[in-house]
C-alpha cells in the first residue's frame, strides 16, 4: 500500500513516535507472548506482594493484640519492674530482719555476746550485695 500523493512531503517523514508500528503475523504473535509473559509475572509478582503483606498484617494485628492486652509496651515493662523490684524489696527484707530482730532479744542485757561475727555478717554482706548486683 502506497501513501497517497496528497500529502505534503513534511507529514511524510516520521517525525514523531506515536508508539506503534507496523508488523506482520509472525511478528506480532513474538509481541503478544512477551506481553502475555510480562502480565503473568506481573501478576505473579502482585500476588507474591499481596502475601507478603498478608504476613505484614498479621505480625502487626499479633503485636497490637499484645500491646492491648498489656503484655508489651511501656506499661508492661513497668509492671514487670515492679513485681521484679518487690521480690527483690522482699529477699533483701529477710536477709536484713532476722538480723535486727536477734539484736533486739533480751534488751534487759547490756552485752551481746558474738563469736566468729565477722564470718557471720560477711554471710550476709554478700547476700545482700548479690541481690542488689
Same mark, same amino acid.
Given at each position: 500500500?502506497?501513501?497517497?500523493?496528497?500529502?505534503?512531503? @513534511? *507529514?511524510?517523514?516520521?517525525?514523531?513516535?506515536?508508539?506503534?508500528? =507496523?508488523?506482520?503475523?509472525?511478528?506480532?504473535?513474538?509481541?503478544?507472548?512477551?506481553?502475555?509473559?510480562?502480565? @503473568?509475572?506481573?501478576?505473579?509478582?502482585?500476588?507474591?506482594?499481596?502475601? =507478603?503483606? =498478608?504476613?505484614?498484617?498479621?505480625?502487626?494485628?499479633?503485636?497490637?493484640?499484645? *500491646?492491648?492486652?498489656?503484655?508489651?509496651?511501656?506499661? =508492661?515493662?513497668?509492671?514487670?519492674?515492679?513485681?521484679?523490684?518487690?521480690?527483690?524489696?522482699?529477699?533483701? &527484707?529477710?536477709?536484713?530482719?532476722?538480723l535486727l530482730v536477734n539484736l533486739m532479744k533480751n534488751p534487759e542485757k547490756e552485752y551481746i555476746y558474738w563469736p566468729n561475727r565477722k @564470718?557471720?555478717?560477711? &554471710?550476709?554482706?554478700?547476700?545482700?550485695?548479690?541481690?542488689?548486683?
Open positions: 500500500m502506497t501513501l497517497t500523493s496528497n500529502i505534503p512531503s @513534511e *507529514y511524510l517523514r516520521q517525525q514523531e513516535d506515536f508508539g506503534f508500528s =507496523a508488523v506482520d503475523e509472525g511478528e506480532l504473535k513474538v509481541v503478544v507472548d512477551e506481553n502475555t509473559l510480562e502480565t @503473568e509475572v506481573i501478576r505473579e509478582s502482585v500476588s507474591m506482594s499481596n502475601e =507478603a503483606l =498478608a504476613r505484614v498484617e498479621n505480625k502487626i494485628d499479633q503485636v497490637l493484640t499484645l *500491646y492491648n492486652e498489656g503484655k508489651l509496651g511501656l506499661d =508492661a515493662e513497668r509492671q514487670k519492674l515492679q513485681i521484679e523490684t518487690k521480690s527483690k524489696l522482699k529477699e533483701l &527484707e529477710q536477709l536484713i530482719m532476722p @564470718e557471720k555478717i560477711q &554471710e550476709q554482706i554478700d547476700k545482700v550485695l548479690s541481690l542488689t548486683r
